[in-house]
């Protein structure tokens, strides 16, 4: 085997970024790849990004830029970022960089797999500016995959979730009417689950229900392999 390229997670919320380390390694372990190259926490100021977050601004690109140039300072080759909307930005910025970093993409990751299954129609599950924003609607779109939202009612209840699971408050009987609300939409559409907070509280194990922090995980120990 060809020698394994550098992985490097961008550390964001302290929650998020814990739950996607416990991904990696649980896929390090159940894959056997203990061989390979440790991975490389790479600090960042989640609270300045988060005041930025979720809207785009000069502000916030600037930031990022300096964190690429921090990963390649860290000989990075392959990026895991533990926040799906920052993504936006990501996408923004790397047009304008000299590093050849490559990024475990949560959208790229999700529609390859929809495509692969032949799926053209999704409901996405997030906080509410990813759920009424176009930026998904458009990337997926490009590739000919509608995103819908839910109705209005379960949007608000989907971003109390999320903040309820941010702030650490959230109870296990909301938690459970959160699992019962994927099971409804999944039972007849694909469903992406496109919010760290969520995937933390995600029980439902479908081919139907698309966990995009798991699809990072996956394609970032894929791109290392490559």
């Known amino acids: 085997m060809t020698e394994s390229r550098l992985l490097g997670v961008l550390k964001m919320g302290?929650?998020?970024?814990?739950?996607?380390i416990q991904l990696l390694t649980k896929s390090y372990e159940n894959q056997h790849l203990n061989?390979?190259?440790?991975?490389?926490?790479?600090?960042?100021?989640?609270?300045?990004?988060?005041?930025?977050?979720?809207?785009r601004s000069l502000e916030l690109e600037a930031l990022m830029v300096r964190y690429f140039e921090k990963l390649s300072f860290n000989c990075i080759d392959v990026v895991l970022i533990p926040n799906i909307t920052i993504h936006e930005t990501i996408d923004a910025v790397q047009k304008t960089l000299s590093?050849?970093?490559?990024?475990?993409?949560?959208?790229?990751?999700?529609?390859?797999?929809?495509?692969?299954?032949?799926?053209?129609?999704?409901?996405?599950?997030?906080?509410?500016?990813?759920?009424?924003?176009?930026?998904?609607?458009?990337?997926?779109?490009?590739e000919e995959i509608k995103i819908v939202s839910p109705n209005s009612k379960d949007m608000e209840f989907i971003d109390l979730?999320?903040?309820?699971?941010?702030?650490?408050?959230?109870?296990?009987?909301?938690?459970?009417?959160?699992?019962?609300l994927v099971v409804?939409?999944?039972?007849?559409?694909?469903?992406?689950?496109?919010?760290s907070e969520l995937s933390l509280v995600l029980e439902v194990s479908k081919d139907s229900v698309l966990d995009m922090a798991a699809i990072q995980v996956a394609d970032a120990i894929s791109m290392i392999l490559d």
């Open 14 to 20: 302290e929650a998020s970024t814990h739950f996607y």
């Open 35 to 55: 061989d390979l190259k440790p991975w490389k926490l790479i600090s960042a100021d989640f609270e300045v990004i988060n005041s930025l977050l979720p809207y």
């Open 99 to 142: 590093s050849t970093i490559a990024v475990a993409h949560p959208l790229s990751g999700a529609i390859e797999r929809m495509l692969k299954a032949g799926n053209k129609t999704a409901v996405l599950f997030g906080s509410i500016y990813t759920m009424t924003s176009s930026y998904i609607k458009t990337v997926f779109a490009d």
């Open 161 to 180: 979730v999320r903040r309820q699971v941010y702030y650490k408050s959230a109870s296990a009987e909301i938690l459970k009417e959160f699992n019962k």
């Open 184 to 195: 409804k939409y999944s039972n007849d559409k694909s469903v992406l689950i496109a919010c």
